[in-house]
């Protein structure tokens, strides 16, 4: 078998567990599975329609979709035709969707329904004509500026054999150096650009991943059922939940949405689940606000008691849930990748796990700390390039290694830390240099501040913007019209102010005084995907904030000349 490929994976699958469950999902009543063999001939069916697109090996086909079992099968399909998979975050307007078709230079589109291609109407005369679309759901083709074509459906309008052809001929001529895909980067720092990786790097990454695994209880991977609810699009779904998934030879379900994940839990049966710790944080909320919190099995409990595995990347994981999931016995295991990585560096397993740690580096990824603290890594999983921007390329692969513009330790039994984003690090105008992450992370620790950002670069102190958990303010100052999100006077109100100022002071009382934020501001709304202050992968856009927050930020700065008090509360 051809390991450097995920369709070789997934074929040997279909091979080898025909009949057995594979991907499951909800058909409005509830989980529904397909087979292996059920979900080859979805694939097979979908690759000849790609090749009645004319689609070609090497060919880019952009695919603008949210989660669903049709996303798989696309990629799959993408896959079997030698062509190079553009997976577009479905939240992305259609501008920004439009600049990576472009860039790309895609001339098949995938789209899941017509609301995602609407967005891209309004761009289609710097699209071109060529573009062909494909929908997995009806579209009026009469409104339509491209020719659209309906995936699916058992109409009878697709050769499935010459589909069937496409997986067996490319299983053998698909090679790993060969590209499989383009991922555009959520862009906290700048515009996205789009890395490049291979069948290698994707395959060998889901395997590597999983070999840390082996020696422990989750050896039998054929047991596991994965429910995967992080967007496809981004490479952390991709790699740990999909290929994951393909390599092992177990169960996967979709969840039907981000507010479902745990009744999908529980209605899956779901044995594992990869996560951000932001979903991890919101579980917690919800037992400590319906007092349950600290009862024995609660969490497994919340989980729909099958969950055995949960596994955590994309950001830092608080300290608190790490020690609040350890004590109900479900402890959060972290990872550390990035996409230019496939993305797994490092990762924590059942045996490998440490407080304050992304785990150790997988087999055949090296890592070492440079000078100035950045970590730097080298092997199989690192991409190829950016796409068409060979400087940016030369900026980060120097020497043969791969600078990941992140800071990190490794400690003496090989655990790796990540301390801050080097290219987020502010400057003070005094020379200090500040990784806002930690002090972000900290004061988001209190159960009180749901999201904070710090600000203070070329400034002569920090300052932030925070986000209360208004709902837990409201309760602990006994004030219900503090919990009324139309209520705008809260954000000044004297009593939450100076609740803020003391949880500021003590969440960052053991930093120097340099790291001390002096002034902050209290936003009436959280930080959002749809508002983009938001990535994907819930990174904060700190661009978009401080342009949308400009005015607060100024005032908080208004006389930069003043010794400021040691917290002193913003209250507009």
């Given amino acids: ?135 997995y759901e009806p579209i009026d083709s009469t409104s339509a500026p491209w020719p659209i074509r309906e995936a699916g459906g058992g109409t009878g309008l697709l050769d499935r054999q010459r589909g069937e052809e496409l997986l067996d001929r490319m299983s053998e001529e698909l090679d790993g150096s060969d590209v499989a895909t383009i991922l555009y980067t959520s862009g906290t720092t700048g515009e996205p650009k789009g890395v490049v990786l291979t069948h290698a790097n994707l395959s060998g990454n889901a395997q590597s991943m999983l070999t840390m695994f082996v020696q422990s209880e989750t050896a039998r991977f054929e047991f596991h059922r994965r429910l995967s609810f992080l967007p496809m699009s981004h490479i952390f779904a991709r790699t ?41 944080e919101k579980v917690w909320r919800g037992l400590r606000d319906a007092g349950v919190a600290d009862q024995p099995g609660v969490l497994r409990a919340a989980f729909g008691g099958t969950m055995s595995i949960c596994c955590s990347g994309g950001a830092a994981l608080p300290l608190h849930l790490f020690d609040y999931y350890l004590a109900q016995g ?75 513009g992140d800071l990190g330790a490794i400690d003496a039994d090989g655990y790796l830390s990540i301390t801050g984003r080097k290219k987020e690090l502010i ?51 006994a004030s219900a019209e503090l919990a009324d999100p139309e209520n705008v006077e809260r954000q000044s109100d004297g009593r939450v102010v100076e609740l803020m100022r003391e949880i500021v002071a003590q969440q960052l009382r053991n930093l120097a005084p340099y790291e001390q934020v002096r002034r902050f501001t209290l936003l009436q709304r959280p930080f959002s995907i749809d508002a983009d202050e938001l990535t994907p992968k819930l990174s904060l856009r700190r661009k978009n904030i401080t342009a949308r927050y400009g005015k607060e930020i100024a005032a908080m700065y208004a006389d930069d000349r003043a010794i400021p008090r040691p917290c002193d509360g913003n209250m507009r």
């Fill in 1 to 135: 078998m051809n390991t450097r490929t995920i369709l070789a994976f997934f074929l040997r699958n279909v091979q080898e567990r025909s009949e057995h469950p594979a991907l499951w999902t909800w058909d409005g009543v509830r989980f529904v599975a397909l087979s292996w063999q059920e979900l080859r001939r979805a694939v097979a069916e979908m690759a000849a329609l790609l090749a009645e697109c004319g689609v070609q090996p090497g060919d880019r086909v952009s695919h603008l979709s949210e989660n669903r079992r049709e996303w798989v099968i696309t990629d799959l399909a993408i896959q079997a035709s030698g062509a190079i998979h553009v997976p577009l975050h479905a939240p992305l307007t259609g501008l920004q969707a439009a600049e990576q078709l472009l860039h790309s230079g895609a001339r098949v589109l995938v789209v899941s329904n017509a609301a995602q291609l609407v967005k891209l109407t309004p761009h289609a005369s710097r699209l071109g004509s060529n573009l062909r679309v494909v929908s």
């Fill in 240 to 280: 740990c939940d999909i290929y994951g998934w393909l390599v092992t030879g177990g169960e996967m379900a979709i969840a039907r949405s981000r507010e479902t994940v745990l009744q999908d839990c529980a209605l899956s049966a779901a044995t594992w689940i990869n996560a951000v710790p932001y979903f991890y």
């Fill in 427 to 477: 400057v003070t105008s005094g020379g200090k240099n500040i990784a806002p992450v930690l002090l972000e992370s900290l004061l988001t620790q209190d159960p009180r501040i749901l999201q904070a950002m710090i600000v203070g670069d070329s400034r002569n102190y920090l300052t932030a913007l925070l986000v209360p958990n208004w709902e837990q303010v409201a309760r602990e100052l």
């Fill in 330 to 404: 479900l402890p959060i295991l972290e990872g550390y990748g990035l996409s230019e990585t496939s993305p797994v560096i490092s990762i924590s397993t059942p045996e490998v796990y440490r407080r304050c740690c992304a785990g150790k580096p997988i087999p055949t990824v090296e890592v070492r700390i440079a000078e100035d603290g950045e970590i730097l890594t080298r092997g199989p999983h690192v991409m190829r390039e950016y796409y068409r921007n060979p400087a940016a390329t030369a900026e980060v692969l120097r020497d043969g290694w791969f600078h990941t």
